[in-house]
T-cell receptor
Framework: DTGVSQDPRHKITKRGQNVTFRCDPI?????LYWYRQTLGQGPEFLTY????????KSRLLSDRFSAERPKGSFSTLEIQRTEQGDSAMYLC??????????????FGPGTRLTVL | DQQVKQNSPSLSVQEGRISILNCDYT??????FLWYKKYPAEGPTFLIS?????DKNEDGRFTVFLNKSAKHLSLHIVPSQPGDSAVYFC?????????????FGTGTRLKVLA
């Protein structure tokens, strides 16, 4: 039973570069979420997909951020023209829509982004 | 506007005693609540959840209590073990409002002393 996996685990980049992160959810899960966590804070919601459809985006997701889930399985999160303020842990989670409105999200290990 | 608050940044408890972690929320539309544990450099690990139709849920050493009138939930860990030392986050969602995102508190660092 594999959990949520994320790649890479760490990424160091220079300001202005583009970065892309990948998330592979638990295989039968149809919902996939992206969160961002900075030091001393809880995770903050960025966006979520149900199958391949992106159904909700946070105001935190500026125009430089784009997320995709093309075949309803893995997802990518791209940040263009990175800024130092983008430095954070990017967390992916997945869940199985149960119809009871109480699906539980399971998190991956995260990708730690450092923008120099 | 912090909709989910964990007012205690840290808590120290002796091994074998009870740990009580608290969480307050402001949004009356929240209907599902969860507790996660997080170790450094790892993602949050799900511990226990409770729906708003209940006031208590128990799983082994972990019990979550929900007081809807006070908009307060708590996590009890009995007995506490050194391996429980981690940061604990409470989270809430308002799924009947058509959103499944979680709103997290800022976390409480629990240290269980041997």
């Amino acid at each position: 039973d594999t959990g949520v996996s994320q790649d890479p685990r760490h990424k160091i980049t220079k300001r202005g570069q583009n970065v892309t992160f990948r998330c592979d959810p638990i295989s039968e899960h149809n919902r996939l979420y992206w969160y961002r966590q900075t030091l001393g804070q809880g995770p903050e919601f960025l966006t979520y997909f149900q199958n391949e459809a992106q159904l909700e985006k946070s105001r935190l997701l500026s125009d430089r951020f784009s997320a995709e889930r093309p075949k309803g399985s893995f997802s990518t999160l791209e940040i263009q023209r990175t800024e130092q303020g983008d430095s954070a842990m990017y967390l992916c989670a997945s869940s199985l829509a149960s119809g009871a409105n109480t699906d539980t999200q399971y998190f991956g290990p995260g990708t730690r982004l450092t923008v120099l | 506007d912090q909709q989910v608050k964990q007012n205690s940044p840290s808590l120290s408890v002796q091994e074998g005693r009870i740990s009580i972690l608290n969480c307050d929320y402001t949004n009356s539309m929240f209907d599902y609540f969860l507790w996660y544990k997080k170790y450094p450099a790892e993602g949050p690990t799900f511990l226990i959840s409770i729906s708003s139709i209940k006031d208590k849920n128990e799983d082994g050493r972990f019990t979550v209590f929900l007081n809807k009138s006070a908009k307060h939930l708590s996590l009890h860990i009995v007995p506490s073990q050194p391996g429980d030392s981690a940061v604990y986050f409470c989270a809430a969602s308002a799924s009947t409002s058509g959103t499944y995102k979680y709103i997290f508190g800022t976390g409480t660092r629990l240290k269980v002393l041997a």
